[in-house]
């Protein structure tokens, strides 16, 4: 499936953490307890889910009320005494868009990275790396952006080919912008709000488009 923007992306992983991270986290407990028989290690993991699980949802509570200071105050306390846990990932995340709503980027940047290190889900690792390359370029560090996006991410594809191109824009290398666009808007096919989006940047660098006779 093909999502609009990252925060659908993000979403459908809310959503399958939700209904799953449980089970998992049960799981790998289980796997070690067998192997090894660390009870007090067992027990110590199971706290740490459930506590950031009961965390995570009051966040989640206060995000869909609107209340943005309890849910950076909810957000700190999770990632400060559950950094092992993808709740703590999540959080971060959020913690993220926040500081890009009140123009924080150096705040946005410093979550980004941080979510990048700590994730073992690799698809929120590669949506904090695309979402750091565009805080990057936002900062005008378009070439720090293009760094960022040099490894595989098949899940965001077109997102990584679109960031590119602003990037490339940046640093006035319009020809590799608009084939860097062109290639998103072929990844947004069943998208139609971005296919718009990046016509409109398509037809902006349409000299660039132009093959040389």
Do not use: C
């Not at 209904?19 to 067992?42: D, I």
């Not at 209340?67 to 846990?85: C, D, F, L």
């Amino acid at each position: 499936m093909v999502y609009e923007t990252e925060e659908e992306q993000l979403d459908a992983i809310r959503r399958w953490w939700g209904e799953n991270g449980r089970a998992v986290v049960v799981g790998v407990v289980l796997a070690v307890a067998v192997a090894f028989g660390w009870r007090t290690w067992v027990s110590h993991q199971r706290s740490q889910a459930n506590g950031a699980s009961m965390a995570y949802q009051l966040l989640l509570n206060q995000m869909n009320a609107g209340e943005t200071k309890q849910v950076a105050e909810i957000g700190r306390e999770i990632i400060g005494r559950y950094p092992t846990t993808t709740y703590a990932v999540l959080t971060s995340l959020t913690l993220a868009q926040q500081a890009v709503d009140r123009t924080d980027l150096d705040g946005a940047a410093a979550q980004l990275q941080w979510a990048m290190e700590h994730s073992k889900l690799p698809e929120l690792k590669e949506l904090a790396r695309v979402r750091l390359a565009r805080v990057l370029v936002a900062q005008g560090k378009p070439q720090q952006a293009l760094q960022q996006l040099n490894g595989d991410a098949a899940s965001f594809a077109a997102m990584v080919e679109e960031v590119k191109g602003d990037a490339y824009l940046a640093l006035g290398k319009r020809a590799d912008a608009y084939r860097a666009y062109s290639k998103a808007l072929s990844g947004y096919a069943k998208v139609p709000g971005k296919q718009q989006l990046l016509r409109m940047k398509l037809d902006d660098l349409a000299d660039a488009g132009t093959p040389k006779k």
